[in-house]
């Protein structure tokens, strides 16, 4: 019986960039590191990394589990599953983009933010305009950017100390003026 060897996480990479003639240096800023250090990984100059954030953030440009690199330890913390971004990754397979793609319609500086946002790490922007730029380069309609939106604002309202059921009447009075608003075009 032959033995099943695990493919190095560095080849892994190394494989995943030549086949989506991803470029080193952008796949660097989409999970926020030096362009020389992904060429050390690369050529295992380096040992791969066993940062969370960094595995967390390299898997999710591949659009793998983090689990699937030998050196990922999975986190003590429990980890909140956000329904906003399960949508997000919902219109990414529905649109037929890979992450890579739909990574490189936005400028470069604000890809890692995008990443971070995929993984859970960073919540939803909170500027509509934003949003909506991420609704519109996933063919989202206006109405469920709101929405994600919407729900955004309940959340800080709601961690700032908002009692939002007890002001319900307000909150449904500011968000309907924000949706005559934000929907009117």
Known sequence: MKQIVPEKS????????????????????????????????????????????????????????????????????????????????????????SVVNFLKAFPRKKRLDIVDVLRGAMPLPIDYKELKLIGKTLNMPDEEVYMLWEGRIKQILESSGMNIYANSELLNSMLGCAKKYLLKN
């Open 10 to 97: 560095s080849e892994k990479v190394a494989k995943f960039l030549k086949k989506n003639s991803l470029h080193k240096r952008d796949f660097a800023e989409m999970i926020g590191v030096t362009l020389s250090y992904v060429y050390n990984l690369i050529d295992e100059t380096v040992p791969f990394s066993t940062r969370g954030t960094t595995i967390e953030r390299i898997a999710v440009v591949m659009d793998i589990n983090p689990e699937e690199f030998g050196e990922y330890r999975i986190p003590q913390e429990p980890i909140l599953i956000d329904e906003s971004v399960e949508t997000l990754k919902d219109y990414i397979k529905e649109n037929n983009l």
